[in-house]
């Protein structure tokens, strides 16, 4: 018998007080993600020299520490662009069995909506269900709560 272990997924939605163009030119640029990523995460990307703007099919490498200061390899494919409006990056090696995070931007009268929609699933079967519920989700609010406060720094506070 097989147990099917579930997948999870976790969304934010911010608004930008920007241009949908200098959203899209700060999101799609994978050298901005260590700007939004706290310090603590130990985020590198050791890919080398990357160009100022994602595309698809590109391989990105990165040291990162997800989870209790473990230092792991993390590569993602960027799968899908529609350039000016979103971007997914898929994992193919790293610290889950499944990580798909779509990043959308959506035009605004006064700004720009960032979604970012991670759909997820834990290593290690039934003790990752468990680190999920004490220990990930919590880490991916405070990641994006960083991410928020870091955006709104760049881009200034918005009017909601």
Do not use: C
């Amino acid at each position: 018998m097989t147990i099917r272990m579930p997948v999870y997924q976790f969304k934010r939605e911010q608004k930008l007080n920007t241009t949908m163009e200098e959203a899209w030119d700060f999101i799609s640029n994978p050298t901005n993600l260590k700007t939004i990523t706290p310090e603590h995460m130990g985020f590198n990307i050791t890919s080398g020299t990357l160009p100022n703007k994602m595309h698809e099919g590109q391989i990105i490498k990165y040291k990162v520490k997800p989870l209790l200061g473990i230092s792991m390899s993390w590569v993602t494919e960027i799968a899908h662009v529609k350039e000016g409006l979103y971007f997914v990056d898929n994992q193919l090696h790293g610290p889950y069995k499944l990580w798909y995070h779509e990043h959308t931007l959506v035009p605004m009268t006064d700004g720009v909506l960032m979604k970012d929609t991670i759909t997820y699933k834990p290593p290690i079967g039934f003790l990752g269900a468990i680190i999920n519920y004490v220990i990930i989700k919590k880490e991916l609010r405070n990641i994006f709560n960083f991410r928020e406060k870091k955006l709104v720094h760049l881009f200034g506070p918005t009017n909601n």
